[in-house]
């Protein structure tokens, strides 16, 4: 997953990520406008027919980010124990308080919380609060510039997750024909529901139409949402795991067992889910990424993440092609080494389920015939999520009528999606799959595959098939 932005928006270089690995593109509406996110959006597409491949666009939305207001170009120097004041009413700087930009937020805080700058360089904590203004100490001193954002690891902050900006971002985002949207900073699974209900609205008035919803994935940045994960995982369709203000939010020494817990419940429930900031942070500068970074994308890809995912380092950084192609080795490299290989195929639970059985039924026999893909088809994308939870290591093929769902589909683990016109029969979607498979290279005639389908074909729900066909 790459974040499209001044660095790789050119046709070219997004053609080139795309041979390179990419297959998701994320929109980040905290920087940027308008006009640049139509052009990166019409340049994906342009470049999505050149590279042969359906890609996945994801419009991030921002959230209440809170951030200090405008001061001097040299910022202002805080010492270890001096003291400075916030004040949630002041915008800009005019000598004195150093302006918090956003009213009425001191009556979320309590004295003696601790308040975190610029990503965590800066600490401060609260002793007195007088109106608007918040009186505090400084614990760790730094430089204090203009619009940096500030974290609150011991603040219970009840805001909505959905700012103006990002009501009209989202309205401008399903404009554009985005398809799926990451929720910043959810604290409980209400937040998703009225993501869900605005997008209905916003849907209706742009006069979109469409059998299958916009896929939202939350994104796990807050304590509160840690403690509400089983929740907010009924209700969403994804999760992204954002370690950055996540690492602040909590102790970062946490962060990587919250990773596991997270990647797990999502496992369990055939839910994908997004491993986020920092993987390769040091190539935003360098041709090389650090040994620890390596690490850190192998480990998540032992831990079973379905999407891995490049902020800055595509977006601004120097090398953003270089820096697909060395994820993407490391991937392909951990994918095939013996820890991963040697795994059975994992069992998600919820027995009684005929869907879930007959999607372990085909990864078991792809794996007893030697088969070279597993062909599904899927009119809601269900199957496909299904049997990618269970790792089965060979390509999944979905086959769905729907552009929504085709794009939504690689947000899950090793699945291929594609068009596929409304089929008759099951010999027609096989013999209408098989064309596309040869088209693509994707297996060869004589390879075996497993096809996970439904009688009567173009039907939803209605999973009753498993058969074993040579290509």
């Not at 010492?79 to 949630?88: A, C, P, R, S, Y």
Request: glycine content about 8%; some cysteine.
């Amino acid at each position: 997953m790459v974040t499209v932005g001044p660095a790789c928006s050119s046709v070219e270089i997004l053609t080139d990520m795309m041979k390179s690995g990419m297959n998701i593109a994320r929109l980040n509406f905290s920087h940027g406008t308008y006009e640049s996110h139509k052009e990166s959006l019409q340049n994906i597409r342009l470049a999505e027919k050149k590279a042969g491949m359906t890609i996945t666009v994801i419009q991030d939305l921002q959230g209440p980010k809170i951030r200090l207001g405008i001061l001097p170009e040299e910022g202002l120097k805080a010492e270890d124990g001096d003291e400075i004041v916030l004040n949630t009413k002041e915008t800009k700087y005019k000598g004195g308080d150093i302006p918090f930009v956003f009213p009425g937020l001191q009556k979320h805080l309590k004295v003696r919380e601790r308040l975190l700058i610029d990503d965590g360089r800066m600490e401060v904590q609260i002793h007195s609060i007088k109106g608007s203004r918040v009186f505090c100490k400084v614990i760790e001193g730094g430089v204090i510039k203009s619009r940096k954002g500030v974290n609150f690891p011991d603040s219970s902050l009840r805001i909505p997750p959905l700012s103006e900006k990002d009501k009209k971002d989202l309205k401008y985002g399903l404009s554009l024909g985005v398809h799926s949207v990451a929720l910043s900073f959810v604290h409980k699974a209400e937040d998703v529901i009225l993501l869900l209900e605005l997008i209905k609205k916003y849907e209706k008035n742009l006069k979109i139409k469409s059998e299958y919803p916009v896929q939202i994935i939350v994104k796990i940045e807050r304590r509160e949402a840690m403690e509400n994960l089983k929740e907010i995982l009924e209700v969403c369709d994804g999760v992204m795991i954002a370690r950055g203000d996540l690492g602040l939010e909590m102790p970062a020494a946490e962060v990587p067992l919250m990773q596991k817990r997270i990647i797990g419940l999502c496992k369990d429930l055939a839910k994908p889910v997004i491993v986020a900031t920092q993987m390769l942070d040091s190539m935003q500068e360098c041709r090389r990424p650090s040994r620890a970074e390596v690490s850190d994308v192998a480990n998540a890809v032992f831990d079973h993440a379905d999407v891995l995912m490049l902020s800055n380092e595509t977006a601004s950084g120097k090398y953003p092609l270089k820096t697909v192609k060395v994820m993407n080795h490391i991937i392909r490299t951990t994918e095939r080494s013996a820890y991963l290989s040697d795994q059975t195929i994992f069992d998600i639970g919820n027995h009684g389920s005929v869907d879930i059985s007959l999607a372990q039924t085909a990864c078991v026999v792809a794996d007893d015939i030697g088969a070279k893909i597993i062909l599904a088809a899927s009119l809601t994308g269900e199957t496909g999520r299904l049997i990618s939870s269970y790792r089965p290591f060979l390509p999944i093929i979905v086959a769905t009528s729907s552009e929504r769902v085709s794009e939504q589909l690689n947000i899950s683990w090793g699945i291929q999606p594609f068009i596929l016109l409304p089929c008759k029969t099951i010999e027609q979607l096989i013999q209408s799959s098989i064309k596309h498979i040869l088209k693509y290279n994707i297996a060869e005639k004589g390879d075996k595959m497993v096809v996970v389908a439904g009688e009567p074909v173009g039907h939803a729900g209605n999973l009753n098939l498993i058969e074993v066909r040579d290509i």
